[in-house]
């Protein structure tokens, strides 16, 4: 069946670029998405792309999308202690979620 | 606009017992969504209304839940005969066709413990 993946754990230190990383199967999928959930809150969107963009910036947030690897990352540069968290992504198809990335930050 | 809440923030219920949530979606949103999220994993999609009507329900959606969206405003979860694998967060989005991607905009959410 259709699946999306990430991988579990990333570990920067403050003022690097994380990357994050999720590949998805459903290629019909309209927009994909990355989301960001900090510890006892709610998920907060954070970005989205349509699936015939390849790159999208938004301040500090790169998303870049192969889609014919079915690919997607999410760039974060100069990394802070705040941007420690769980992101997910997901595929607007099914509304299909990734398992979550969580991100350290060490100062 | 607050944005999207959900009561309760925390229910503990005893096997068999029925519960039930709600969700207040932001106003004017036309769709919302519920979903349930356990430890370790990514939200997993129940079921998605659009104004009143319930359009799509997943599998992992059993006979013994149950959604309602009356007035195409609030939303009701239940949750019958619950049992312990019940136990869960259970999150509830909205989104605007209005809006390019659909975005959705979740709420805290409802943590379930099922004893």
């Known amino acids: 069946g259709e699946d999306v993946e990430q991988s579990l754990f990333l570990s920067v230190r403050e003022g690097d670029s994380s990357v994050i990383n999720c590949t998805y199967t459903?290629?019909?999928?309209?927009?994909l998405y990355w989301y960001k959930q900090e510890p006892g809150a709610g998920l907060q969107l954070l970005t989205y792309i349509f699936s015939n963009m390849d790159m999208k910036q938004d301040q500090r947030l790169t998303v870049l999308l192969n889609k014919k690897d079915k690919h997607l990352s999410l760039r974060i540069a100069d990394t802070q202690t705040g941007d420690s968290a769980i992101y997910f992504c997901?595929?607007?198809?099914?509304?299909?979620f990734g398992a979550g990335t969580r991100l350290t930050v060490k100062p | 606009d607050t944005g999207v809440s959900q009561d309760p923030r925390h229910k503990i219920t005893k096997r068999g017992q029925n519960v039930t949530f709600r969700c207040d979606p932001i106003?004017?949103?036309?769709?919302l969504y519920w979903y349930r999220q356990t430890l370790g994993q990514g939200p997993e999609f129940l079921t998605y209304f659009q104004n009143e009507a319930q359009l799509e329900k997943s599998r992992l959606l059993s006979d013994r839940f149950s959604a309602e969206r009356p007035k195409g405003s609030f939303s009701t979860l239940e949750i019958q005969r619950t049992e312990q694998g019940d136990s869960a967060m259970y999150l509830c989005?909205?989104?605007?066709?209005?809006?390019?991607?659909?975005?959705?905009?979740f709420g805290p959410g409802t943590r379930l413990t099922v004893t």
């Open positions: 106003s004017e949103h036309n769709r």
């Open positions: 997901a595929e607007s198809n099914d509304m299909r």
């Open positions: 989005a909205s989104s605007s066709n209005r809006d390019t991607a659909y975005e959705q905009y």
């Open positions: 459903d290629s019909s999928s309209t927009y």
